[in-house]
């Protein structure tokens, strides 16, 4: 388990670390001191995070799972009041004071895997069964999912949903449950898209990127000339001319077009490979966790993780349509960030409780699933 836990610490530092040369690096010149001073900033708070994190122990946030997610409702309400969350290109996403914004959607995340492995290791008797293995599980996530949705955050819906059916799915839902909801959520993903002028718009320049290069299409076809541009080896890092006010959000969303003009593929393949690694030791994490809670949580948060980075590598590489999401540990952002560096804690606090038994944690709340009313 050390071996795991060192290669995921790494990894982490790696990304860190080269996300605030790039950082830098893409933002050269008037503005470029301060995003580095405010990313080293929330680099900085998130390492005194991590390492707080690490040393609780996971199961003693189980009594407070349901707490942490009425708080995230609560947050995530307040965002869409008037007056109070901050609108920004159309959206209603953030609550803040002055330069100091925050996302609630990234607290919503951690609070909702949280419940749901609670969730799954209280009832994993029951889990076969259609409605404590699927209808209510999916009504705690509807909940969350409406107020995201209304803000609007596509990218976030789709990854909470995701990592809820892979969370399903190991918590010991019947597939053949579960199947049945794949083409009704294409289908209502469909009838949404088609009543949506921005979404539709960015389907349709995915779908002919040659002919909306200059309209809906402009920043994914720019991407592609930077990652094209880098060739193998980059042009070197400052070197780059698509961060020059071609391509838009490019050290939040579009990061890695900047990473591919300046450092090149070998850099854009290293940073592939270090998220693979990562989840493959937070899958190696899961699989030793000494409880079920412990198994659903480190599982419910490397798939946040690895779907985080594949919806971003898929969308600036024009294998997925346009949809706004930071790459995971490297774009501009404190509160993905503290998300990450929390989601990190908590594997590193699952792994070094990794080899006991799981009687061992019955002081913990672990009941008896044939007992358990709820």
Known sequence: MKWSLAVLGCCVALLLAFGIVILFSAKMGSTGEKYLIQQSIWCGIGLVVFLV?????????????????LIAMALLALVLVPGIGIKVYGAKRWLGYGPVRVQPSEFAKLAFILV???YGA????????LSWGLLVPLSILAGVVALIFKEPDWGT????????????????SRLIYLAPFV????????????????RLARVKAYMDQEGSKRGAGYQAYQAKIALGAGGWEGLGLGNGRQKMGFIPEHHTDFILSVIGEEAGLRATLAIVVIYILIIF?????A???PDS???LLAAGLTFMIGFQAFINIGVVTSVLPNKGMGLPFISYGGSNLLLMMIATGLLFSIGRKCGEEEGATEDFGEPDAATVPF
């Open 122 to 129: 209280l009832n994993r008797a029951r889990m076969r069964t």
């Open 183 to 198: 083409p009704a959520g294409i289908a209502i993903v469909y009838f949404m898209v088609l009543h949506d002028p921005v």
């Open 116 to 118: 749901l492995a609670h």
């Open 293 to 295: 809670f412990g198994f």
């Open 281 to 285: 030791c937070g899958a190696f994490i």
């Open 157 to 172: 819906t789709f990854l909470l949903v995701g990592v809820c059916m892979a969370m399903l799915m190991l918590a010991g």
């Open 53 to 69: 994190t690490m040393r609780i122990d996971y199961r003693a946030l189980r009594p407070f799972t349901w707490i942490l997610l």
């Open 287 to 289: 699989w030793n966790a």
